[in-house]
C-alpha cells in the first residue's frame, strides 16, 4: 500500500541553523501539508500546498518557514534560523483533493538545542 | 474563526464495551469535512472515519461509528467491542473548503483488559 515518507525519523540542531525536513508524497496526491505537535500537545496546522503554490497557512508559518517541491516527488519545509520553541514532531500528510482524507507520514522529530 | 474542541481529554474503557469520544467544532463554512484520527504510542496518525458536512447519514467503519449532529456543530465517535489495539489518542478534525485544517486537542483513550 502507497505511504507517506519522511526524513530524517530525528533531526538535532543548533539554535539559529537551517534545517530542511523532506517528504515523499503518495504519488498519485496532489494535495500537500505539514504540521507539528509539539510533546504532549495538539496537532497545529502549518501549511497547505497545492499546485506548487501555498493555498493556506497558519499564524505559526511565518517568514521563518518555507515550503517548496523542489522535484515533483519530494515536498520540503525549511526553517530558516531554528530557535528552540521550534522544537516538536513535524508531520506530512498528503491527499488527492481536497474532498479525500489525508494519509500520514511517520514524523520527523526536531530537537533544537 | 473555526474551532474544535474535545472536551475529554482522556477517557477509559473496559474491553469488550462501547465508549464514546465527544466533539464539537464551528465554522461558518457550509462545506466542510470532519475526520477522526487515531495516534497509538508509535505517533503514527491513522484516518479512523470521515463524514461529508453534506451527508446526513452517520458514517460507519466496522466496530467504528459517528454520530454527526450538523445543527448542534457536534461530531462523536463511537467505538464498538473495544480492543486493546484501540488504545491511542485520538483526534477530531475539521477541514474546510479552504483546506485549512483544524485539530482538536485530542482525548486520550485507555482500554482495561
Known amino acids: 500500500e502507497p505511504e507517506v515518507t519522511q526524513t530524517p525519523s530525528h533531526q538535532v540542531t543548533q539554535m539559529g541553523q537551517e534545517v530542511i525536513l523532506r517528504c515523499v508524497p503518495i504519488?498519485?496526491?496532489?494535495?500537500f501539508y505539514w504540521y507539528r505537535q509539539i510533546l504532549g500537545q495538539k496537532v497545529e496546522f502549518l501549511v497547505s500546498?497545492?499546485?506548487?503554490?501555498?493555498?493556506?497557512k497558519s499564524e505559526i508559518f511565518d517568514d521563518q518557514f518555507s515550503v517548496e517541491r523542489p522535484d515533483g516527488s519530494n515536498f520540503t519545509l525549511k526553517i530558516r534560523s531554528t530557535k528552540l520553541e521550534d522544537s516538536a514532531m513535524y508531520f506530512c500528510?498528503?491527499?488527492?483533493?481536497?474532498?479525500?482524507?489525508?494519509?500520514f507520514g511517520p514524523g520527523t522529530r526536531l530537537t533544537v538545542t | 474563526a473555526q474551532t474544535v474542541t474535545q472536551s475529554q481529554p482522556e477517557m477509559s474503557v473496559q474491553e469488550a464495551e462501547t465508549v464514546t469520544l465527544s466533539c464539537t467544532y464551528d465554522?461558518?463554512?457550509?462545506?466542510?469535512?470532519l475526520f477522526w484520527y487515531k495516534q497509538p504510542p508509535s505517533r503514527q496518525m491513522i484516518l479512523v472515519i470521515r463524514?461529508?458536512?453534506?451527508?446526513?447519514q452517520n458514517a460507519t467503519e466496522n466496530r467504528f461509528s459517528v454520530n454527526f449532529q450538523k445543527a448542534a456543530k457536534s461530531f462523536s465517535l463511537k467505538i464498538s467491542d473495544s480492543q486493546l489495539g484501540d488504545a491511542a489518542m485520538y483526534f477530531c478534525?475539521?477541514?474546510?473548503?479552504?483546506?485549512?485544517?483544524?485539530f482538536g486537542p485530542g482525548t486520550s483513550l485507555s482500554v482495561i483488559p
Open positions: 500528510a498528503s491527499s488527492v483533493n481536497r474532498r479525500s482524507e489525508q494519509y
Open positions: 504519488s498519485n496526491h496532489l494535495y
Open positions: 500546498f497545492y499546485n506548487n503554490e501555498i493555498s493556506e
Open positions: 465554522t461558518s463554512e457550509s462545506d466542510y469535512y
Open positions: 463524514q461529508e458536512a453534506y451527508k446526513q
Open positions: 478534525t475539521l477541514r474546510t473548503s479552504y483546506d485549512k485544517v483544524i
